[in-house]
């Protein structure tokens, strides 16, 4: 029988427990195991290989992207690296050139040194996928939609460039969650997400997890897991475990949200541009609204040209904060140029498109008419500079 997302969400690794009849997954809070033999097989033996809250939160994860495999990391980025540890020296990867600003880093100034070579292309156009592969070519790295300017890559299309290459297709699912989209049944091999985002969903720990049906990568991303040992912590697994449980209601609201956010401020006169795939004028809204059941919960958009226009602007905002991260129920902004992808060369960012005036908001699922008034009078305030000063000490009754 297989379930429907929500069921598996709730239900998927997590049995009633054995012992006791928790209904609730416990903590295994133990580094280590007691075992009956030398030599014996035990189920688990030491917490950096296994770890009972850990083996719920993975095989929950498989479940939700309708793999076989799931395996948790101590951060979006740690599952990352798992990934990036298949390749050797002399690999190539194909990636995009909207791309989360810690992958770049990682990219660029950590494997570039052990001899990888990257070539980041417009992924959002499969055709310069197919002109970048080269003989030693081992992965296509995709983010979709990807960070901030939330473009849309044709994951379908790009795996069958891959495949046909003799490369894996890695897929980082973290804006879209597997609620909106699957990429293992678009053909890619291995997913990665940042769980501290959405899958956590309440802005109180990190995590990351790599998911695949194959069990040839299965069997050396699990080698890597423990042999590198960037585990998360039982107490952890827990907290995304119970974020899980409603990861499909917060998606569905924050999805809903960020609609009436885009079109509010797609009609804002001082608002430049908005990026937000659900928009029909977005230029791969088909694409989205192919590969994804919605359109997820982060908005970007433009002001002037000018960071001291998005100071004042979020000066005088009341309910949304300034603050890396995203897919929280609380509703956040970033300005990527100096926040997340402060890492990313000057000229770099602007050859791709994040200008100073690139604010990125994550919608949270307060109620959208408050989230639109306060956005609506931070920017009709913002744009009098004389009036800015006083707000920011407000504090929000309630
Ligand atoms: C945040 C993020 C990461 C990194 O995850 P951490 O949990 O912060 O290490 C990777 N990819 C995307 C798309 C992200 O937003």
């Not at 798992?82 to 194909?94: F, M």
């Not at 770049?104 to 592969?133: C, M, Q, W």
């Not at 044709?154 to 891959?162: K, P, V």
């Not at 290459?165 to 678009?186: H, I």
């Amino acid at each position: 029988m297989s379930y429907h997302f929500d069921t598996l969400a709730i239900h998927a690794g997590q049995p009633n427990e054995r012992l006791t009849g928790a209904a609730t997954i416990p903590i295994f809070q133990t580094s280590t195991f007691a075992q009956d033999e030398p030599g014996g097989q035990p189920d688990f033996c030491y917490t950096r290989t296994g770890n009972p809250t850990r083996a719920a939160l993975e095989a929950n994860l498989a479940a939700l992207e309708g793999a076989r495999y799931g395996l948790a990391f101590s951060s979006g980025m740690a599952a990352i690296n798992n990934v990036l540890n298949l390749l050797k020296s002399g690999d190539h990867v194909i990636t995009c050139r909207d791309l989360y600003g810690g992958a770049y880093r990682i990219f660029t100034k950590l494997y570039h040194n052990f001899g990888v070579e990257f070539s980041f292309v417009d992924t959002t156009d499969p055709a310069n996928v197919a002109r970048a592969v080269q003989g030693n070519t081992q992965l296509v790295w995709l983010e979709s939609p990807s960070n901030p300017l939330l473009q849309v890559t044709d994951i379908a299309a790009c795996a069958e460039i891959a495949r046909a290459a003799g490369a894996w297709t890695v897929v980082d699912n973290t804006f879209a969650t597997p609620c909106l989209q699957r990429p293992l049944e678009l053909s890619a091999d291995i997913v990665v997400h940042s769980t501290t985002k959405y899958i956590n969903g309440h802005a109180d720990v990190l995590g990351g997890a790599v998911i695949t049906s194959r069990d040839d990568l299965y069997e050396r991303l699990k080698f890597f897991q423990n042999a590198v040992g960037a585990v998360p912590a039982p107490q952890d697994c827990f907290l995304v475990l119970r974020g899980i449980k409603t990861l499909s209601l917060r998606v569905e609201r924050q999805c809903a949200n960020a609609r009436r956010v885009a079109e509010f401020l797609s009609g804002h006169p001082r608002v430049r541009q908005v990026y937000y795939p659900g928009l029909p004028g977005h230029p791969n809204h088909a694409v989205a609204a192919r590969q994804m059941s919605d359109f997820g919960g982060i908005v970007s958009f433009e002001l002037d040209d000018d960071i001291d226009a998005v100071r004042r602007f979020v000066r005088a905002l009341r309910l949304w904060t300034l603050a890396e991260s995203l897919g929280g129920v609380k509703s956040l902004l970033c300005h990527p140029p100096t926040m997340t992808h402060a890492s990313v060369e000057p000229n770099v960012r602007r050859e791709r498109g994040i200008r100073d005036g690139l604010v990125r908001l994550s919608v949270g699922i307060e109620h959208a008419v408050d989230l639109i008034a306060d956005l609506d009078d931070a920017l009709r305030e913002s744009s009098l500079e004389a009036c800015c000063g006083d707000r920011t000490h407000e504090v929000i009754a309630a």
